[in-house]
């Protein structure tokens, strides 16, 4: 990765030193505590939501654990990037059955989409 101001290449360390483990954790934190104010009817989606917003960094830095097998690495990257897949469909579903009104909607499924392709463009690049 290069920076955009020097052109010096960024050096991960960790992880946590990675743009999209960042923006997953906070997009997870966030969606975890807005679906835990829905109603209890909608429990097997709560349930569902949580589990695939904690999926997405878990996978990352799992995978990042294995990052000398870049084959490792990967693979944990299409993981992440299923799950990322998964929250989209929740959402949508959460919206179309009336638990998201079109604001909240927008409001995690923009970011989700863009973190998608962060990780697509990720999977493509890493070596």
Not at 40 to 54: D, I, P
């Amino acid at each position: 990765m290069r920076s955009q101001k020097t052109g010096e290449r960024k050096v991960i360390k960790s992880y946590k030193d990675l743009e999209v483990y960042q923006e997953s954790y906070k997009l997870a934190i966030l969606l975890y505590r807005q679906v835990n104010t829905l109603p209890n009817e909608a429990y097997e989606l709560v349930k569902q939501t949580k589990r695939s917003a904690m999926s997405i960094p878990l996978n990352i830095a799992e995978g990042f654990g294995k990052k000398e097998s870049t084959a490792e690495f990967k693979r944990y990257l299409r993981m992440a990037i299923g799950s990322a897949n998964e929250i989209e469909v929740l959402l949508e579903m959460l919206k179309d059955l009336g638990y998201f009104n079109q604001e909240t909607y927008i409001t995690y499924i923009e970011p989700y989409q863009v973190l998608g392709k962060r990780l697509n463009v990720l999977l493509q690049k890493w070596s």
